[in-house]
């Protein structure tokens, strides 16, 4: 009956979607369909016998045969149906008493399925075939007749009846209300497609551990159909909704996680391995689970915003990762472990400052991240590089060294330090000693204005600024373009 119901279709528009490298050529249309009766389902409710149901029903018909009269005259867009070759009036001359009966026989199908063990499957399916029984009108002539004055009488009924459990009624308030929503909504293909390729666009594809699936990926389509089968045993196509192709894609990047850590482990480079899994797969691992948890209670949109920013966040990561592993961090000092280390430094504030190697230092621990971050800095290097050496005064950030009488020792320090000044009066003096060297470079790091403040205060009170081994290392997040620096 509902393919019966349908008079003509009518062609809107030639569109284009793009995901990936496909491009989706489509006809959007809509269409004219009739309105149609539908049939009640039986209960232990029967509205037959229901003098409140059947007086409802009555004065339902009164008010909207005044309605009907008025048709298509009752507003401007319904009015626009006059220039139809299609339309005829007298299609609709039951439609109050139509409307009437889907009214009454959707609150006695609420009332008599709401104790079912399947009652939301139950209800919103007879919901979906009440309002599909309404018909269509084409985009831009108004919604379907008499479909807001249904579910303004259906909601009223059930919020008049203390006898409809509190959460069938949220259930059923929050599916009219849905429905109103979804006539809002964009083009689902377009829709789809934008989701697959902002997806698309986070994955790193070039990266040597994925660049074997890109084009599987970017040739696949977003577009898939889901079939639902009703309880009555019809069954119907559609495409799958954004929160659908959300969780496929979950999912997907889930398993491709899972990929890149192997790979990075396959590497067997020790460094890369060892701040991979104390710094970002741990990081990531925690996000995931805290957004899991909140998948239920963020609006849908801000989910996606959410999930989008937790995987650009960590694929930008294992970029920054795989630009350290392949640079080529040989000697250019072989035989000075004092210039070879300022070298190595100034690298490290250019990779930090200019690169935003900056993104890999965990804010919450920002001082063993920066440390392990250095490290990889000297992974090609013919000097014996050692960390958190103890000489019997206390650990030592680093300390590079080629035999016993060429050593430099290498301290890090945050200016959050509370201790920050007592520091670089005494501590490296005493390092210095311990390791019988005269050279020392100490490492300052600020991370916003504030830090940056008490710093450069700090040094001016000791007169150490323009010294050649202190270096100052700027890891706010927010730098000025290149274009808006000044010379």
């Known amino acids: 009956m509902v393919k019966d119901n349908i008079k003509a279709l009518y062609f809107v528009d030639c569109l284009t979607a793009k995901a990936g490298d496909r491009t989706y050529p489509y006809g959007k249309c809509t269409y004219y369909a009739l309105p149609y009766p539908i049939d009640p389902t039986i209960g232990e409710h029967d509205y037959r016998k229901c003098d409140s149901c059947k007086n409802t029903h009555k004065t339902i ?5 005044k309605k009907v ?8 867009a319904h009015k626009k149906l006059l220039s139809l070759k299609d339309f005829h009036k007298a299609d609709f001359k039951d439609a109050a008493k139509q409307c009437a009966d889907k009214v ?6 609420i009332i008599n399925k709401q104790s079912s063990p399947i009652w939301q499957i139950e209800i919103s399916e007879y919901i979906d075939k009440a309002i599909e029984s309404f018909g269509q009108f084409p985009d831009g002539y108004g919604i379907p007749f008499l479909f807001d004055n249904y579910i303004s009488y259906v909601r009223q009924l ?11 009624k949220d259930y059923v308030i929050k599916k009219f209300d849905d429905l109103f929503l979804k006539k809002e909504e964009k083009d689902p293909i377009a829709d789809l497609c934008k989701i697959y390729d902002d997806w698309l666009n986070i994955i790193p594809f070039n990266l040597p551990f994925l660049r074997s699936v890109r084009d599987d990926f970017r040739n696949r389509s977003p577009l898939m159909v889901r079939v639902d089968k009703n309880s009555n045993n019809t069954h119907q196509q559609r495409l799958i909704s954004n929160e659908q192709l959300l969780d496929l894609l979950n999912n997907i990047t889930k398993n491709l996680l ?4 192997e790979k990075i482990v396959e590497l067997q480079d020790e460094e890369i ?10 990081e990531l691992l925690f996000n995931n689970k805290l957004l899991d948890k909140k998948y239920n209670e963020y ?16 694929f930008n990561k294992i970029n920054k990762l795989n630009e350290i592993r392949i640079i080529n961090t040989e000697d250019t000092y072989p035989n000075d472990s004092y210039k070879e280390s300022l070298q190595r430094i100034n690298d490290f504030k250019r990779y930090i400052e200019c ?3 900056g993104i890999l230092i965990d804010p919450h621990r920002k001082e063993p991240c920066l440390q392990k971050l250095f490290k990889l800095i000297w992974r090609k290097t013919g000097f014996d590089f050692n960390a958190e050496v103890n000489n019997g005064r206390g650990p030592l950030d680093f300390k590079v060294s080629k035999g016993n009488a060429d050593k430099t020792i290498i301290e890090f320090k945050l200016a959050s330090n509370s201790k920050l000044k007592q520091n670089l009066q005494n501590q490296v003096d005493v390092y210095k000693k311990a390791n019988n060297t005269n050279k020392s470079i100490t490492v300052l790091f600020f991370f916003n204005e504030k830090e940056r403040n008490k710093l450069e205060r700090v040094l001016r009170e000791l007169q150490i600024k323009k010294q050649e081994n202190i270096e100052i290392i700027d890891c706010t997040k927010q730098k000025p373009s290149a274009s808006n620096v000044k010379g």
């Open 355 to 357: 690169n935003d190697v």
């Open 69 to 76: 009269k008025k048709f298509p005259n009752c507003c401007e």
């Open 104 to 109: 009454i026989f959707t609150y006695q199908h």
């Open 61 to 65: 018909v009164e008010l909207l045969k």
């Open 158 to 168: 059930i919020n008049d009846n203390e006898g409809v459990k509190p959460e069938v």
């Open 258 to 261: 899972i990929k890149v850590g």
């Open 273 to 282: 391995n060892s701040f991979y899994k104390d710094f970002i797969g741990q």
């Open 299 to 314: 609006p849908y949109t801000l989910f996606i915003k959410k999930w989008m920013e937790n995987q650009e966040n960590y």
